[in-house]
C-alpha cells in the first residue's frame, strides 16, 4: 500500500513534530463539520465550506510547526505573525509545549466569520 503525499507529509516528520502536526489537524478538522483537509500546493491544506481555509507547515528557520491562515491580513490577534505574507498570517506552536486549543478555536472561529462575510 502507498502512502498518499499528504499522510507522507505528516510521517516524514520526527517527534515532537510528527505529534503536533497530527494533533493541529484533528483540532482543525474537529472544530467545524465544514472543514475538510486535502493536499494542495504540496502542503496539507484546509478548506472552509471549499474555500482555502488554513495550512499546516514547517518553520525552517524557527524549527515550529505552525498554521497558515488563508486571510489572515484582516485578522487582529497578538499570536498571529505576518511575516513578509501580504494576505496570510502564521501561528506559531513549539512542539515540546500543550497546544494552545482555544486560542486556536479563537483564530478558527474568526477566520471563519471572514469567510462568511466574504461574498
Not at 500500500?1 to 483540532?27: R, V
Not at 491544506?45 to 525552517?60: A, D, E, G, P, V
Not at 505573525?81 to 496570510?88: D, L, V
Request: glycine share 2%.
Amino acid at each position: 500500500m502507498t502512502l498518499s503525499q499528504l499522510e507522507n507529509f505528516y510521517l516524514k516528520h520526527e517527534e515532537p513534530h510528527l505529534s503536533c502536526f497530527l494533533a493541529l489537524k484533528e483540532i482543525i478538522l474537529s472544530y467545524n463539520s465544514d472543514i475538510s483537509s486535502t493536499w494542495k500546493y504540496g502542503m496539507p491544506f484546509f478548506s472552509y465550506r471549499n474555500k482555502m481555509f488554513c495550512y499546516l507547515w514547517f518553520h525552517k528557520k524557527l524549527k515550529q510547526a505552525y498554521v497558515g491562515i488563508i486571510n489572515g491580513n484582516l485578522i487582529e490577534h497578538p499570536d498571529l505573525i505576518q511575516e513578509k505574507r501580504s494576505k496570510i498570517k502564521i501561528i506559531l506552536f513549539d512542539s515540546n509545549e500543550d497546544l494552545p486549543i482555544e486560542k486556536i478555536h479563537e483564530i478558527l472561529q474568526k477566520s471563519i466569520e471572514i469567510h462568511n462575510n466574504k461574498k
